[in-house]
């Protein structure tokens, strides 16, 4: 069982065009984020929802906006994208309080192209 | 604001020997946890270890293994008897102990190359 999943795995689209990444955690976590990796490798924090409340919420333009219907679900729509969008974003979770404390479980990611 | 420096770009190691990856970081936090994050070709995020700063023990896992210095701020990953299987990226990330500060911040990565 693929404990957090994101859908697509990879996105080809044009610039201007609005979209969607999904992801689910099966783990039974309370928190999850989303990371953006750009074309050089370096990880940087997006949001963070804990129990379907936005906690964090990192310098991001405001035609990123994330979604969270239950606290397995943390979606992620992109409106007008841009060249510079184009990344691999993960979606991650993890459970605070508890023996694995500390430790965030990652999705395989999802390459975007924006062409 | 807390930052994660890992200066070596590229490193590369003989199968079978031994090579360390080094991190340090900043923060004026007294409580947090360190993490070594693999990341192979297949991109997949992969927890490799992970140490709490309150903990004076270095964490070990199988062949891996940390030299954690909090005084020095440093945090550096030993592997040993390298495998083939053991080239990726590997990223140092830093994570803050209190509620609502749970987000990593990571390095910007070693590409680890193993030599036949």
């Known amino acids: 069982d693929t404990a957090v999943s994101q859908t697509p795995k990879y996105l080809v689209t044009q610039m201007g065009n609005d979209k969607s990444i999904k992801c689910e955690q099966n783990?039974?976590?309370?928190?999850m984020y989303w990371y953006k990796q750009d074309s050089k490798k370096f990880l940087k924090i997006m949001f963070s929802?804990?129990?379907?409340?936005?906690?964090i919420n990192e310098t991001v333009p405001n035609r990123f906006s994330p979604k969270s219907p239950d606290k397995a679900h943390l979606n992620l729509h992109i409106n007008s994208l841009e060249l510079g969008d184009s990344a691999v974003y993960f979606c991650?979770?993890?459970?605070?309080?508890?023996?694995?404390?500390?430790?965030?479980?990652f999705g395989p990611g999802t390459r975007l192209t924006v062409l | 604001a807390q930052t994660v420096t890992q200066s070596q770009p590229e490193m590369s190691v003989q199968e079978a020997e031994t090579v360390t990856l080094s991190c340090t970081y900043d923060?004026?936090?007294?409580?947090?946890?360190l993490f070594w994050y693999k990341q192979p070709p297949s991109r997949q995020m992969i927890l490799v270890i992970r140490?709490?700063?309150?903990?004076?023990q270095n964490a070990t896992e199988n062949r891996f293994s940390v030299n954690f210095q909090k005084a020095a701020k440093s945090f550096s990953l030993k592997i040993s008897d390298s495998q083939l299987g053991d080239a990726a990226m590997y990223f140092c990330?830093?994570?803050?102990?209190?509620?609502?500060?749970?987000?990593?911040?990571f390095g910007t990565g070693t590409r680890l190359t193993i030599i036949p």
């Open positions: 991650a979770s993890s459970q605070v309080r508890n023996s694995q404390e500390g430790e965030q479980f």
């Open positions: 783990l039974g976590h309370d928190t």
């Open positions: 929802y804990n129990n379907k409340e936005l906690i």
């Open positions: 923060t004026s936090e007294s409580d947090y946890y």
């Open positions: 140490q709490e700063a309150y903990k004076q």
């Open positions: 990330a830093y994570r803050g102990a209190w509620t609502g500060n749970e987000k990593l911040t």
